[in-house]
């Protein structure tokens, strides 16, 4: 058996979103978010 | 604070430590006590955020925020990534082993002397970092409030020692959950107050636009400048490093997402945090520039640590640093006449005026700034070993100066129960490193549970002891947070450069790493005596040497047997 993991080996209990690979695209989406937010704040406020 | 302040104070410490002690009780086998129960996700969540967020965290943030604006920001750009990467690959292999340290695997992968060398460099510089979290809050709160600064740290040291060697991991996650609520609530309360403080007719556009006239909303830099600390760049990468060292091979944080009720639970912990991290500290920032937008109209003093200030003025420089307050507060005046003046031009739509305005508040802030850099050398030439960084003191002077009793003990609980979450997580840490991977494995083998049990609960209070200690002769003149970063990212480079060969430069030998690793952790020292550049790489840095270093040398040597590779994995 390799040392990796497989993608998804427990299943997510989040609605629409069923594999785990969904839910870390979901949660780097949001982090793109905040730094496009934070350079928005950053252009209108310098 | 009065009477009303130190009920509040003392009820949520006490009452949550007695709490986690009374709820915890029963935890008798070393499984429960070293992993505690099946945690839900959210406690998990809340427990790895209250782990990393430290006293230092609440009292010197807001600082940073005052004084170099809230580009701090970026240093935690990186964990989202590097959560998500722990999620999908440290952490289930952690599970499937069924480890009880991080340093586990690294013997069921390498061999026992990497595992030690793993363990030994955790030890030493969360060791340390243990003894900065008592030391922090209680430096600054035993300053403005004129408590004895060894009574501070050896009462909050006992309490959280006592909590967490009785109920141990348990204990340290359910005390996190309440302790991290306590603290939600103080820094909106917090917020709240600040904004109701400004000047009548100021709303948040106003103070925004206050605080980024002075250059305190630069959120993101995308500068390519390597002397720059803070940058995107830094952030992303040598932050992501941090943070994939911190979160994904820092027992202190293993600890506390090992204790999941299953995989879904614990990745879902990481998850929390890996969303709410970067808005948390933005907020904790925010908190800060705002506070800068409330001295604007409100005269602050010339050095916030005014204790210090007092001892020079009474030690022969009372003349200087009396001169040198008069030039800070006939600057602030001027300033103040110009912030107003910028903000009816602002109202008025005549924005050329606005713009004369605000150029010449500038010029005052640098007047004012000039007083207080001058304040510090005068300070610093009175007493070499006086601490000439006031940021610490910024937040709490605030708090004490303007905000109403019942609230200032509720912030007060913050600062020690931030301060408490994170030492508990911790001395948890510690103990069970040094119980687990050391005791277990090379002094006594073959023992009952309720011998390691026994054994891990004398460890951790060891190790609070150890960390009182430290807290009592240290003297620190860095800001306390970076103190603490800087610390970590001299170690951590070099032990995520170990789990990253573990985990994915499979033909790699123990004895090829560990020399690796040594010598890595040696060039790292080096670099950071003679270099200047912003602390962030070296996390990089080792972490780079680590894993080339290894791969090079095991060209040198026996490549790893079918047997050795079989033992390897799982």
Redesign the interface.
Known sequence: MSLLPPADDEATGLPGLRRWRSVYLVVAGIFVTWVMLLTVLTKLYS | MNALDYLVLLGVLVGIAAYGMWATRGHRDLRSYLKGGNTHWLTIGLSVMATQASAITFLSTPGQGYESGIGF?QNY?GA??A??LI???FL??YR?LNVYTAYEYLGK?FDPKTRLLGAGLFLVQRGLGAGITIYAPAIVLSTVMGWRLDATIVCSGLLVIAYTVSGGSAAVNLTQKYQIGVIFVGMIAAFFVLLSKLPAGLGLGDA??V???F?K????DFSLNPDRRYT?WTGVLGGMFLALSYFGTDQSQVQRYLTGA???ES??GL?FN??FK??MQ?FILLLGALVFVFYQFERPPVFFNQAAWHQAAANGAGDKLRTLEADFNTAHAEKQRHVNAWLAARHAGDPAAAETERAAALAANARTEAARAETRTVLKANDPKALANDSDYVFVTFILGYLPHGVIGLLMAVFFAAAFSSKAGELNALGSTTVVDFYRHVVKRAASDAHYVTASKWFTAVWGFFAIGFALFCNLAENLIQATNIIGSIFYGVVLGLFLV??FV?WVSGTAVFWAAVVSQLLVFVLYATLSISYLWYNIIGCAACMLLSIILQMFLPRMTPVDTDK???
Do not use: Q, Y
């Open positions: 920001v750009f989202p990534l959560l998500i999620a999908a690959v289930p292999i499937r992968r925004l636009a605080a980024g006239g250059h909303l630069e959120a993101v995107v299953s995989l879904r990745r879902l998850m890996a969303v970067i808005p933005f573990a985990f499979k390897a994995t799982v």
